[in-house]
């Protein structure tokens, strides 16, 4: 099946910097998403992007699918982002269902 | 807005025992999916739906069966809970109209706890 690799899979920063989740994965897919999994559980969607870049306030997103990796970028993050993200793929079968990654564990210290 | 609900957000059960975990979605998508995640083995897909009555296996299905009777509605049966679902569940959905598939939306999850 197809390979989904995060990195780092751990990360601590001071509130205010900025940082850069990079995912690869082994295949070619339909769909991308990176998602931020908060203390509760629950899987917010922050981007779904098969190809190109999108931005949403300090938050945005870029996927080269011909090379296969998207890059996740926090800008003057808040102890609020702290959680794990993770990235998701579709891969280009019809299975319609999603392989995960094992996820970046960012923490934000204030 | 999406909206995916699922039945409990704590479960506790016994082994042995017959459990019913329901999700539903009101946007009127085909695809619903659930899923479990574990500390060290991540997200795996244990069944999928792309339509009413219709079913498919993912990775790992074993101990487990779904029913889906109606477009809105994907329930997950452990037919005899063990120990070894101890999870957090998680049920999803997507549309895939005009062929093109399109971003998932989670429910809540349950953390189910077997006794």
């Known amino acids: 099946g197809i390979q989904v690799e995060q990195s780092p899979p751990d990360l601590i920063l001071q509130e205010g910097a900025n940082s850069t989740l990079r995912c690869n994965f082994s295949d070619s897919v339909n769909n991308l998403q990176w998602f931020h999994q908060n203390p509760w559980g629950q899987l917010i969607n922050l981007f779904y992007i098969p190809s190109g870049t999108k931005q949403n306030g300090r938050l945005s997103a870029t996927t080269v699918a011909t090379e296969r990796y998207s890059l996740l970028y926090i800008s003057s993050s808040q102890t609020t982002d702290s959680g794990v993200y993770f990235c998701a793929v579709e891969r280009n079968t019809g299975r319609r269902a999603l392989t995960f990654g094992s996820g970046t564990r960012l923490q934000v210290q204030p | 807005d999406v909206k995916v609900t699922q039945s409990s957000r704590y479960l506790v059960k016994r082994t042995g025992e017959k459990v019913f975990l329901e999700c539903v979605q009101d946007m009127d998508h085909e695809n619903m999916f659930w899923y479990r995640q574990d500390p060290g083995l991540g997200l795996r897909l244990i069944y999928f739906s792309y339509d009413v009555k219709m079913k498919e296996k993912g990775d790992i299905p074993e101990g487990y069966s779904v029913s889906r009777e109606k477009k809105e509605r994907f329930s997950l049966i452990l037919e005899s809970a063990s120990t070894n679902q101890t999870s957090m569940y998680l049920c999803?959905?997507?549309?895939?109209?005009?062929?093109?598939?399109?971003?998932?939306?989670f429910g809540p999850g349950t953390r189910l706890t077997v006794l």
């Open positions: 999803a959905s997507s549309t895939s109209r005009g062929g093109d598939s399109y971003e998932q939306f």
